[in-house]
């Protein structure tokens, strides 16, 4: 049986409690006499309201009993709710006797404004709660002795509780004691480790740990403090209690109309067909749900179901049937264990159209960096890409969809795209090898005829150029950037060379050739190498067919 949950101002309450003990326990200075008394003030209106909600509840459970025909187990389910009321209440009481008697010896109240005088008192609130020298006959000590005593009852009531509505054993909340020693207690001392947060703590009793030398308006608080959670204990089992006694029937307070159409996409001249119902929820009634096996948030009696829906066997209209399955579960009105609903969903998932914008979509170019946008409309602004492919690698871009394909040989690339971590689909492209470049010769500025040839003694100079294919250029511009890296140059007459010469950049100076030139020569070009500099600037040699420049020197 799980416990109620503290509400916000609780767990607030409880935090500045220990944020308060922890600055007291450094000797901070006076001001914080103010926030403790802020502190008891707020803790005290809890108390009072946790007592009359109590009451409330135990009305309740004693009206059911009675509309019920008393039967058995429910007396004694409500004979229970009773004993605990009763004993929170004499505890809290016996507590409130101690702080009264601490503010009367330590001065009463100030009759204008009924505040506290005596709120940095230490010595005579200490002198009440631990008594003189070592007899421990202060209040403290028989405090500490109800307080853990209250606690042993608490958990057997709540292991009562437990098998009257059907939870195992398991499931039973244990309660912690309420007065520890400074050896067990996590706020002076590491539980784990046994190191002291607080020096000296370890070898205290539970009276000198809390109450030594300790502000009057401290040892008030503090005191508050165990009222509070006193209270809180009990309304946690009273709330389980009602369940055994039927206060926890299934009454609904919100009804409302419901419609379950078979879908809500339809194309015009088609039907449209839905369910029309009432369904009815509760703020009392607090079902568990899940989904998939895992426990879902319920919020007014309602859960929200949430998930991205996966890819799946798509059949030729793109369209895959696919069903989710969810359980609620409430406990019966008799509070004898639980009743639990199935619920099996079933939903179509439509494939979603992967568009491509490319300057050519349609084939990817080899060892190339391929930019591409690939877009899914149908996701909109949820749309949150992912890629991965085979036969290639992927660079994602700096825009959402933007990604660089790099072919690695393959004859195919297979790019995967995912959004949000689902997959959304494949898309296959065919990998073309980059086209060779045109090797052309450049005399006097312009590309030399081979046919007519030049003058003698021929041109000054001769560079070469590799030109890319026009359409690869236009596709893709920074993989386009071919030069001529080695190339031989040689001056022939008839079959024997005069002059030859190596080259190892675009353009080679010929005026040696010119010197010794005359008609019926010829200037013979052998290409040895041609490079490509990538998207990423990087030199590739391209294997080039067997390259020959033949340029006759004419009168």
């Known amino acids: 049986m799980a416990g109620g949950k503290e509400t916000p101002r609780q ?12 600055l007291l326990a450094l000797q901070v200075g006076a ?17 009072n309201e946790s007592q009359e909600k109590s009451e409330a509840i135990l009305s309740n459970i004693a009206t059911k009993v009675a509309e019920r025909g008393n039967k058995p187990k429910e007396v004694k389910a409500l004979e229970e709710a009773q004993g605990l009321h009763e004993k929170s209440s004499n505890l809290i009481a016996e507590i409130e006797k101690i702080k009264q008697e601490l503010i009367e010896v330590t001065g009463g109240r100030n009759p204008e404004n009924n505040s506290i005088i005596g709120v940095k008192d230490t010595d005579k609130s ?6 003189q020298g070592d007899k421990k006959d202060g209040a403290a ?12 009852y608490l958990n057997v009531v709540a292991g009562h509780v437990a098998e009257a509505v059907g939870d195992s054993a398991g499931a039973v909340k244990k309660y912690p004691k309420l007065a520890l020693a400074g050896k067990d207690d996590p706020i002076f001392v590491d539980q784990n480790s046994g190191k002291e947060l607080i020096e000296g703590a370890k070898t205290k009793d539970f009276a000198h740990l809390n109450f030594d030398h300790t502000p009057m308006i401290a040892s008030l608080a503090f005191l508050t403090e165990k009222q509070a959670k006193v209270a809180t204990y009990e309304g946690e089992i009273l709330e389980q209690l009602k369940a055994v006694v039927g206060a926890a029937d299934f009454k609904f307070d919100k009804v409302f109309a419901m419609v379950r159409p078979e879908s809500k996409v339809i194309a015009a001249g088609t039907e449209y067909k839905a369910e ?4 009815a929820s509760s703020d009392k009634i607090q079902p568990k749900m899940t989904f998939g096996g895992r426990s879902i948030n319920v919020i007014g009696g309602m859960g929200k179901v949430k998930f991205k829906a996966s890819a799946g066997n798509y059949d030729k209209e793109g369209k895959a049937q696919k069903s989710w399955t969810g359980t609620i579960t409430i406990k019966k009105p008799t509070g004898s264990g639980d009743t639990t609903f199935k619920v099996v969903e079933k939903y179509t998932v439509t494939k979603p159209v992967i568009q491509v914008q490319s300057a050519s979509v349609s084939a990817l170019y080899n060892n190339c960096g391929n930019e591409l946008n690939i877009q899914v409309p149908a996701l909109g602004s949820l749309y949150d890409p992912s890629f991965s492919a085979t036969g290639g690698t992927v660079q994602k871009g700096a825009k959402k969809g933007l990604v660089t394909i790099i072919p690695n040989g393959a ?3 297979a790019i995967t795209v995912n959004s949000g971590g689902a997959k959304i689909g494949t898309e296959t492209f065919k990998v073309r090898q980059v086209p060779k470049p045109t090797i052309v010769a450049y005399g006097k500025g312009k590309p030399v005829d081979q046919k007519k040839g030049m003058k003698a003694p021929g041109p000054r100079s001769i560079k070469m150029k590799a030109i890319a294919d026009a359409s690869f250029k236009e596709f893709l511009p920074k993989d386009a950037r071919f030069r001529v890296s080695e190339w031989e140059v040689m001056l022939v007459r008839g079959k024997r060379p005069l002059s030859k010469k190596k080259v190892t950049s675009s353009t080679a100076n010929l005026s040696a050739f010119a010197a010794k030139a005359r008609p019926g020569d010829r200037i ?16 590739e040699v391209v294997k080039i067919p067997t390259t020959i420049i033949n340029i ?4």
């Open 141 to 152: 000590y028989k405090l500490e002795k109800d307080l853990n005593e209250y606690i042993d």
């Open 126 to 131: 200490s002198l009440l709660l631990l008594g």
């Open 411 to 413: 004859r195919k690339v």
């Open 11 to 22: 767990k607030l309450i409880g935090m500045m409690y220990l944020v308060l003990l922890a």
């Open 31 to 47: 001001e914080i006499m103010v926030k403790f008394s802020q502190l008891n003030t707020s803790l005290g209106i809890f108390v």
């Open 276 to 279: 029309m119902f009432i369904s």
């Open 524 to 539: 013979l070009i052998d290409v040895k190498e041609v490079k490509r500099k990538n998207y990423l600037n990087k030199d």
């Open 552 to 555: 006759p020197l004419t009168d």
